[in-house]
Structures are given as C-alpha cells and as structure tokens.
C-alpha cells in the first residue's frame, strides 16, 4: 500500500491570521436538528468548497465572536439577535496560515436565506442525522494543485454531489454524536 500525506505533511505557518466562523444549527418543525453551511462562489482559494458562515477577524471586530456574527450576517443574512451562541469551539489551525475559531449558535432560521453571491453560490440545510449515517462518511485519496503529494482525505458526501471536507469536517466532526444525543441543544 503506498505512502499518503497526512495532515502532519502540511506545514501550518507560523504567524496564521485569526479567523472565525458560526456553525448555526437549527431545528425544523419535526423536531430534526440540520447544520447550515455555504457553498462558497468560484471566488477565492476555497472557491466552491462547503464551509460554514465566517471570515477573517477585522481590527473593528470586538472579539472573535463579533467576527463570526458579522461574517455570517454579511454572508448569509443572518441577524445577530437571531443566533443564541451555545459554545466555543476548539480552533483548528489550517495550512492556507488560518487559525479559525468556531462559535456554535442555534438559530432561529430565517424563512428565505439571502446571501451575498460574490462569496456565496448556496446556503445548504444539511440534516445532522445524514452525517451521522456511516454509509455518508468516505475516505478518499486525492491530489490538488497546491498538495505536494497525494493525501487521504475524510469527508461527507452531501447531495448534490458535494464533499464536506478540510476544516469544516474537522469542526463537525466531534459534534455530530454529542448535538444529536442533546448535549448542546434542548428543545
């Protein structure tokens, strides 16, 4: 069996830019819990990849969290007042030299997402049982552009043919069980 890349064969910089992002989850009206993500606009390093609502941190930020509330009420429409912040997340470090701080919120869903198209394609409603199913989670050997070598790479298969993958797959992963057994959010 050949030799893959491992997360550890990309070297993460030094000095990484202070990022953040809301993983906004919600209930629908059966009571299911979903997980909302954007499909990011060909604009960008990360042009087309799922990601959730976020951005660089801005000096007018407050804190890290002001920067993932702004980011996804500019990104998505998603008002302040509307989101109910649950946790902090862990940070996850990522070779494009990012250190992305993770909020997760509950939401009160708008009825209809605007987004703005120049960063956004789409706003995905992924229910968190469909992540949870084993039949969705895929491992597979890849080699992009700015990889120096193949690499194994986990990640969700969504409809519509997408890959959940890279940071985001490292920020839901460790959720998915403890928000579907209640851990976060009570009804």
Do not use: C
Request: proline share 10%; hydrophobic share 40%.
């Amino acid at each position: 069996m050949p030799a893959y890349l491992t997360l550890d064969d990309f070297p993460t910089p030094k000095n990484l830019r202070d990022s953040a992002v809301l993983v906004p989850i919600f209930e629908d009206a059966a009571g299911e819990l979903h997980v909302v993500m954007v499909r990011r606009s060909s604009y960008g390093a990360h042009g087309g990849e799922l990601a959730f609502p976020g951005g660089k941190h801005e000096p007018t930020d407050a804190s890290l969290l002001a920067t993932a509330l702004r980011e996804a009420e500019e990104e998505v429409g998603l008002a302040p007042a509307n989101v109910e912040v649950l946790a902090a997340l862990p940070t996850v470090d990522v070779p494009s030299g990012f250190r992305i701080t993770p909020f997760l919120g509950k939401i009160r869903r708008p009825e209809v997402w605007q987004w703005q198209q120049r960063e956004v394609e789409e706003v995905l409603e992924i229910p968190l049982r469909h992540l949870a199913d084993p039949t969705q989670h895929v491992e597979e050997v890849w080699q992009l552009p700015r990889w120096p070598g193949p690499r194994r790479v986990p990640f969700y298969q969504i409809a519509g043919g997408y890959k959940l993958w890279g940071a985001s797959y490292r920020i839901i992963s460790p959720l998915i069980q403890p928000l579907l057994a209640g851990e976060y959010v009570k009804s």
